[in-house]
């Protein structure tokens, strides 16, 4: 029996997880082992321990236990901002005129917009264990940087960022912001490091990707003393951190008797989607309920709907782990056309698995549709959504339409990963109606798909 | 006796306020009437519903009705985005090493970023009733525009917005805000109106100023069939809406045993100020209760602290009409080197006379120090500020470390109106150490001051 909705659920701070939910543990077929390039032996421990803090290796090669405690110090950073809302779309029902129901779990409400605060102060605080001295890492739309440079301004820990350059372009203001909190902000492709070098010299004038500005972040940290990388997606620490979303969000949906039907994310890395599912994911590998999960991809960057299984290098530059995932292959750089993050080649290696498995559906959208949905989203529910989160939201809309055809009352959960305030140059050229889609020939991604050479 | 205080303290929906409260039903001394300019005789109803729609004409005017009922509609809109948290703030109270409790009110959390939305849902509310086709505003941080552009959007309106033109160049992104929820935008002064014009002829390359604005967007309004002027601040309508930010806070204060001793934000126009402080002043006032108040205003603009108690017009373009109220007269233009908001001339008519009778009292802070309160705030409490709400963060860190000195366990209370995405070019400007102060002189005041000419 369902209760009496509110416009916000909000739980208490003592509702809050005291661990994090590791869905590997649940996983009959775990995720593919990360290997070492060089040997194509699985990474170990000590290996892994070179770029990554020891801790945060540690989880990401255990795919056994089932909760993580979260510790007291992050718990108590996590009540600045969450629980975060689960929110009751009633103005967007009203406005589709759908019979469905319309849930998202909000974590736009904090200076870095996103969610990837929930895995930033977590990364920093295992540093900071560790008697580190800083932390590099790269940032695409700059969500992840602002997140890492709070945690690391929290911790008192120095902050590299390598930016994607485009991105750096464009958000100039997310610059700042890192600098706010005292973070050093480098535009990527960059001079500072030998691959930064190499890829300029190949392609000059690139507006850089992700997978090279992560390249040169991990050269950085491991050619630095007292630095380790840390990373805001794809890998599976990251999902572990990430699981918060998704606990909050069960836990709301279980007071309320609140039953998803579909639970939609937004995919490209995968933090956000692998933390909204997890726990639900884990309910049914336990086979304890059903539900539909949906990843959204951006047309132009479509790693799980086009690109291949199979192991691939998770940066441009090549020297990170080998990971098994669905790629569209290191060098595929998305078209500078497309606005916003979600530009990564592959994707986390859960998820992948997943996907593969038939556990998890897959689909992409192009982005003028995902800013139509934005615009009609803001109007309606009063947040401006950032382009990525928008992503979910127009395949939340789409199946709310397709609700209306059919006159089923589905439940869509969506997760709304963050807030557009930074995002004014892409909204700008869609008020403008200069925004086209881009999406790239079979040619392309058969070209960047045949250049994978482990 | 206090409960356990969570860091952040959400109502739930049903303790939302029904109604407004108007402080100037409890006080003694009513604000002085506003006056025709023309004939200096008190404006009637059916003058004043010319420039406004008239059930808030009848709220301007009305001095002794105690609560408005708040409509259906604008509570349903509420939802969206209230009850906002009142938060502890834990961390900065660690920070510094203070036995005051600090709680800030943070209205914050909505796409226009601040609190402006309580009473732009209002008015967009009330012109939508009365059948208009739109309204007019200025805006000068941009924060009103926004939030004026969002219940248009939501209520169907036609809304032109005249902003300020240094915030218009400062702040492009705030115009894409803007125009993606369907608002046009223009830089004043303009060439649009006659009294934009003369202004440009008189001052060629001037920065604007909110009076200006005002009386550019009046003019358009009362030139425009089907359209009425709307404001964000100083009118004592839009301080009852406003109320609705001080109804919340009593109520979380009363349910968790939090006793406020002092009770602090930022003043340019007073909508923040006085809807915070109305129902806290409403116990003093009935003698139910006692407490400090304290406007925070800026030393670029310091209209309670340097300015003239008296009749003057609330515009550069002496259209609108003439209002009793602390004033540096309405041709005083702030320094351009003043960053965000809080540039008016003149103060809400309400708070002005609460401060002449000293039951509030008012200090002006300089920029550089209210930039250093906003990044210690930000780091510890994980919000960058705007600059107009870090006026009273600044003047709640200096109270908070008084309390240090003196070991007094005070509870200190502050409005936390907004954040500051959209002001990152202030923050560049002081992360670069550019940042500098201006405080006008006594001799400029005084021009100004003896312009004063009604």
């Given at each position: 029996m369902e209760k009496k909705i509110p416009y916000k659920i909000y739980l208490s701070e003592d509702e809050l997880p005291r661990d994090w939910y590791n869905v590997r543990a649940d996983m009959k077929i775990k995720p593919a082992p990360l290997l070492n390039p060089a040997t194509k032996e699985p990474m170990t421990i000590d290996e892994l321990s070179q770029v990554f803090c020891r801790e945060l290796a540690l989880q990401e090669l255990d795919n056994d236990t089932k909760y993580f405690p979260i510790p007291d110090e992050i718990l108590s950073f996590y009540k600045?901002?969450?629980p975060s809302p689960l929110v009751r779309a009633y103005f967007l029902e009203k406005a589709l005129d759908t019979p469905a129901k319309i849930y998202y779990k909000f974590e736009g409400n904090n200076t870095s917009g996103s969610h990837k605060l929930n895995s930033a102060i977590a990364q920093a605080y295992y540093a900071k264990k560790q008697g580190l001295r800083?932390?590099?890492?790269?940032?695409?739309?700059?969500?992840w940087g602002t997140a890492l440079s709070m945690a690391c301004s929290y911790f008192d820990l120095d902050c590299k960022v390598y930016m994607v350059k485009v991105s750096y372009e464009q958000k100039p203001f997310r610059r700042e912001v890192m600098r706010t909190y005292g973070a050093d902000v480098t535009p990527s492709p960059s001079d500072t490091t030998k691959v930064g070098r190499e890829i300029l010299e190949r392609f000059p004038g690139t507006n850089g990707s992700l997978g090279c500005a992560i390249s040169e972040a991990v050269e950085k940290a491991v050619?630095?003393?007292?630095?380790?990388?840390?990373?805001?997606?794809v890998l599976s620490q990251v999902l572990l951190h990430q699981s918060v979303i998704g606990l909050e969000a069960m836990t709301a949906c279980d007071k309320y008797g609140i039953k998803p039907d579909i639970i939609i994310g937004c995919a490209g890395g995968g933090?956000?989607?692998?933390?909204?599912?997890?726990?639900?994911?884990?309910?049914?590998?336990?086979?304890?309920?059903?539900?539909?999960?949906?990843?959204?991809?951006?047309?132009?960057?479509?790693?799980?709907?086009?690109?291949?299984?199979?192991?691939?290098?998770?940066?441009?530059?090549?020297?990170?782990?080998?990971?098994?995932?669905?790629?569209?292959?290191?060098?595929?750089?998305?078209?500078?056309?497309?606005?916003?993050?979600?530009?990564?080649?592959?994707?986390?290696?859960?998820?992948?698995?997943?996907?593969?498995?038939?556990?998890?559906?897959?689909?992409?959208?192009?982005?003028?549709?995902?800013?139509?949905?934005?615009?009609?989203?803001?109007?309606?529910?009063?947040t401006l959504p950032a382009p990525e989160s928008s992503h979910a939201i127009r395949a939340a809309i789409d199946e709310a339409l397709e609700c209306k055809k059919t006159g089923e009352e589905k439940t869509i959960l969506f997760g709304l990963t963050g807030t557009g305030y930074f995002d004014m140059v892409a909204y700008q050229k869609y008020n403008d109606g200069e925004m086209s889609d881009y999406i790239p020939t079979d040619e392309e991604i058969n070209k960047s798909l045949s250049a994978i050479n482990i």
């Open positions: 600045m901002y969450r800083g932390v590099t890492t790269e940032t695409g739309a700059g969500q050619s630095t003393d007292g630095y380790r990388y840390v990373l805001g997606s933090s956000n989607l692998g933390g909204l599912i997890s726990p639900f994911m884990g309910r049914k590998l336990r086979g304890e309920a059903d539900y539909r999960f949906i990843a959204v991809e951006p047309a132009s960057c479509p790693s799980l709907t086009r690109g291949k299984y199979t192991y691939d290098f998770c940066d441009t530059g090549k020297v990170c782990p080998l990971q098994k995932m669905y790629t569209l292959g290191s060098q595929f750089m998305p078209s500078p056309n497309h606005a916003g993050g979600l530009r990564y080649h592959g994707m986390s290696s859960i998820l992948s698995e997943l996907y593969d498995e038939g556990l998890m559906e897959a689909r992409s959208v192009e982005q003028t549709s995902v800013f139509e949905a934005a615009v009609q989203f803001a109007k309606v529910e009063g």
